[in-house]
């Protein structure tokens, strides 16, 4: 389950929980992206210099969107990705999961992070980004998941499509960390309906684009 004692085991939970349903290896990523660093333009991870927010939280809501990413860049690298997903945390938090297509790390993920989150219609959803979670198979782990890392950043990342429907077309996201990295996602929907599964009931004080 997603019985969590801070965010970073809420994240390591997580991607555990959707690695189980979705053992194929993209989304196997995917389930680890919220939990470690990435890379730059070698293989070594970047330096992260921010400690983890510390803080209670479950995840209450996951939707999990298929297609492709016309643009996805990591501190100027570019990498393919088929998967991303929205995770919704029970204290506001909301991470944009994006499963990177990197044959040498079935657990390279990336996440942009945020709170504060709103819809502004049944078409639209903007995140405020504040953190980059970052993730691959050289994390530390703890009882068997990955760590993440997280970095400080600025940005923000926009959602469209109708909701209600469980129809998304795209996600777009744009961020920079305190290092000056930048963080670049264009993903395109291949037009599944978005899978939702409310795992606990949110507060009202929370904007969920899929009520």
Known sequence: MVMVRDFSATTALWHASLTMRLRRPVLAALVLALASPCFAETSKPIPVNNPPAQQT???????????????FK????????????YAHGDK?????????????????????????????????????IDRMLLNSKDRPKVDGLP????????????????FAARKVNDVTCSATDNEGRQYELLFVSDGTPVSVRR??????????PFK
């Open 147 to 162: 760590v993440p890392a997280e970095q400080v950043s600025t940005g923000l990342c926009r959602q469209t499509g109708n």
């Open 57 to 71: 939280a479950f995840i209450d809501l996951l939707a999990l969107m298929s297609g492709h990413c016309k643009t």
């Open 74 to 85: 990591v501190a100027g690298r570019s990498f393919a990705c088929k998967t991303v997903a």
């Open 199 to 208: 795992i606990r009931q949110s507060s009202p004080s929370i904007q969920d």
């Open 92 to 128: 506001g938090r909301v991470n944009f999961a994006v499963a990177v297509d990197d044959p040498s790390d079935a657990n390279h993920v990336v996440s942009f992070s945020g709170e504060n989150g709103k819809r502004a219609d049944d078409n639209s959803y903007e995140l405020p």
